[in-house]
């Protein structure tokens, strides 16, 4: 890797940055700098990039001589946590990232191959990029500013390319579909399968999976994942023809939430989730169900019923009880104390001795705020509420305690 870059920052402005790196962004940015030496705009994207990185990517927040871009490409980067997973799904010699941006997937699933090339049309994220590599003395690494598409089209064939196409349209917002993401994948599939035997393709975690299995022809599996129940990727791992399952119903999907002591992890396939019989239920038992984020993003409703044996409260609801405690279910459970109709009197026995509470509503016809000040109850507290409808049509506010505290 070439080491020379242009970024140069004064050690005046290093100093601020060390001094002042705990301190409110917003008031640093209005105060009144009289030192020529201090860069303060410079100062406050490094400061700000550092406090992002204090919970996102710990292992370089903890290392002073990282240097971090501009707001939007620290937002739209991998945390550490989705980063090492990747590592798990990608193998070889040769690794190719097409879409460098800060670096977050490169720096981690580079340490597993021989030699790996980041690509990235802007100079400034290829600058910082050469200065952090250096920095965390990856060894082997070529970093090349370039188009995704220029580039994969003339690239001597790897054994894995990673991908993550840009979500951002031309004004800034937001955009899901996989058609409308830059680079789009459909069209270069097999441009991509021409140049590696595996392909990592990170998109939005608001995208339909569903449509996604079926618009991309080569997927080999899919990967729902969550840091601390909060949906953040999906990623579809493609491999050559000759590996992929014909049907995409047949797809393994893994449905995983990474946590601080633990990962929930459940895999399930389109066509098991169709096949599973599920048991409704008209009444409550001692123990409530949610599925974590990641499941119920990928969908596996019937799957985990069936598996975990418990039973669901509404076909809309995905909320589920059991009367035994399930006790590796991948989700938060919780013990019922208590449950009521919506009649006044009901609701007030129910509450009596509560003034906050969190409260949840799944298929209810209200919002949180609504239900908050019909109920006349305050967010916080370690009771649990949730507002939802019985498999006959009732509604029910159920009352409960956490019983795994680590989720």
């Known amino acids: 890797m070439d080491t020379k870059f242009t970024i140069k920052i004064s ?28 860069d303060l705009k410079t100062a406050i994207t490094q400061i700000a990039g550092w406090q992002t990185a204090i919970e996102k990517i710990p292992s370089w927040a903890n290392n002073s001589n990282i240097l971090y871009p501009q707001h939007l490409s620290l937002e739209q980067c991998s945390s550490e946590a989705t980063a090492k997973y990747k590592t798990q799904l990608m193998q070889g010699e040769s690794f190719a990232d097409l879409t460098g941006g800060f670096g977050i997937d490169f720096s981690f699933i580079s340490q597993k191959f021989l030699t790996s090339i980041y690509v990235e049309h802007q100079q400034e994220l290829c600058e910082l990029a050469k200065h952090n590599f250096c920095v965390l003395k990856l060894a082997n690494i070529n970093v090349v500013n370039d188009d995704s598409i220029s580039y994969l089209t003339d690239m001597p064939p790897v054994n894995s390319i990673y991908i993550d196409p840009a979500r951002r349209n031309a004004n800034g917002g937001r955009i899901v579909a996989i058609a409308d993401c830059e680079p789009n994948v459909i069209d270069i599939e097999e441009l991509l399968l021409s140049k590696a035997s595996q392909v990592l393709i990170k998109l939005s975690p608001m995208l339909d999976l569903s449509k996604a299995l079926d618009e991309l022809k080569n997927v080999f599996e899919a990967h729902v994942l969550s840091v601390n129940n909060e949906c953040k990727e999906l990623l579809l791992l493609l491999h050559k023809k000759e590996d992929v399952i014909d049907t995409s119903y047949n797809i393994p999907i893994h449905c995983v939430n990474l946590q601080k002591q633990t990962t929930q992890h459940f895999v399930f396939t389109r066509k098991e989730e169709q096949e599973s019989p599920c048991e409704y239920t008209d009444k409550i038992g001692q123990y409530l169900y949610e599925p974590n984020a990641s499941l119920l993003k990928a969908g596996a409703f019937r799957r985990i019923a069936y598996i975990y044996n418990v039973k669901k409260l509404h076909p809309n609801s995905h909320l589920y009880t059991s009367d035994s ?40 016809p209200s919002s949180v705020i609504e239900l908050r000040k019909r109920i006349n109850l305050k967010d916080g507290g370690d009771i649990y509420l949730f507002a939802t409808q019985m498999n006959d049509g009732s509604k029910i506010l159920i009352r409960c305690k956490k019983t795994n505290e680590h989720t």
């Open 11 to 38: 050690p005046e402005t290093l100093r601020f940055i060390q001094i002042n790196r705990k301190e409110n962004i917003e008031k640093l940015a209005l105060q009144d700098n009289k030192s020529p030496n201090i």
């Open 325 to 364: 405690l399930v006790a590796n279910f991948p989700g938060r459970i919780f013990h019922i104390t208590g449950h009521s109709s919506f009649n006044k009197k009901e609701i007030k026995l129910l509450l009596y001795d509560l003034k906050k509470g969190n409260l949840t509503i799944r298929n209810f």
